[in-house]
């Protein structure tokens, strides 16, 4: 079985669609495919569906999503290689003790890929092999098609998860960033730059890292008009200063050069607020 989820949710099995249509299957779905290869218990499933006012028929509900679920399964099975064990689709969507498991059958989980390929990313970088750094973070950021569990109706587990999905989509994005500028692609990461910090509006380390880029490119002004920005939307909308970091590479910018600048950028790597 495939798991895809970041970006709209996609479960294969035998390379059928095992996806429902139907909003709370949907979301069923993606629970147990958060937590594939573990006992979901129905109670947290209630609670994802139902947000603490599960209707009295809650369980019987529940099992007639599971139901849908394992009817998509067996069509799946229906189109798999004829074995002398024939599995069931019972065998793939378990009935436990007080909950449902999803067995994978040790298949594919683009999470489990990106967590591996930024890993590697990350090892680099602090290795000193920035080349190899920014290749395996960048192989990891294209697994991400667009927000995790995009199609899906979010509870409380799934929305905690897209948020941890996206705080590490950030932290991959960010070394990937820092791995580029050390070597030297200044002028490259400016447009991309410039959407990021629209977007992040008071994340301290991509202003830096525009700054710098910015600064390295010959643009010394923008580069202080972004800290500027920086300042005044974080006084504005959290009341703080930004980091002392942030403000030393504006000092670092206003008195000396660019290598000066990356010199105090490499010391001390930038607080993220965000």
Not at 165 to 179: H, K
Not at 181 to 209: D, K, M, W
Not at 257 to 269: C, F, L, M, V, Y
């Amino acid at each position: 079985m495939d798991i895809d989820v970041l970006g709209a949710l996609a479960v294969r099995h035998n390379g059928k669609s095992i996806t429902p249509t139907a909003p709370k299957p949907r979301q069923v779905l993606a629970v147990l495919a958060l937590h594939a290869d573990q006992v979901v218990p129905v109670a947290a499933l209630i609670e994802e569906l139902w947000a603490g006012e599960p209707p009295r028929s809650a369980r019987t509900t529940l099992q007639t999503y599971v139901l849908q679920l394992r009817s998509l399964i067996a069509a799946a099975l229906g189109s798999e290689p004829g074995s002398a064990e024939q599995r069931t689709a019972k065998d793939i969507l378990i009935t436990l003790p007080g909950g449902y498991r999803l067995d994978t059958g040790g298949g594919t989980s683009d999470v489990k890929e990106f967590d591996r390929l930024a890993g590697l990313g990350y090892r680099a970088a602090d290795a000193g092999d920035y080349p190899r750094a920014a290749r395996q973070l960048r192989e990891a950021l294209a697994l991400w098609t667009g927000p995790a569990f995009a199609d899906v109706q979010g509870g409380a587990q799934l929305d905690m998860e897209i948020r941890r999905l996206e705080e590490s989509r950030l932290c991959a994005l960010d070394q990937r960033i820092e791995a580029d500028l050390r070597l030297g692609r200044h002028r490259e990461l400016l447009a991309e730059l410039t959407v990021l910090v629209s977007r992040y509006r008071t994340h301290e380390n991509l202003h830096g890292q525009f700054m710098l880029a910015l600064h390295r490119s010959g643009r010394r002004g923008e580069a202080l008009s972004v800290y500027q920005r920086l300042r005044s939307t974080l006084v504005k909308e959290l009341g703080l200063e930004p980091s002392a970091a942030v403000r030393r590479l504006q000092r670092s910018i206003l008195m000396a050069g660019p290598e000066s600048a990356a010199a105090e950028i490499s010391r001390e790597p930038l607080v993220r607020v965000s």
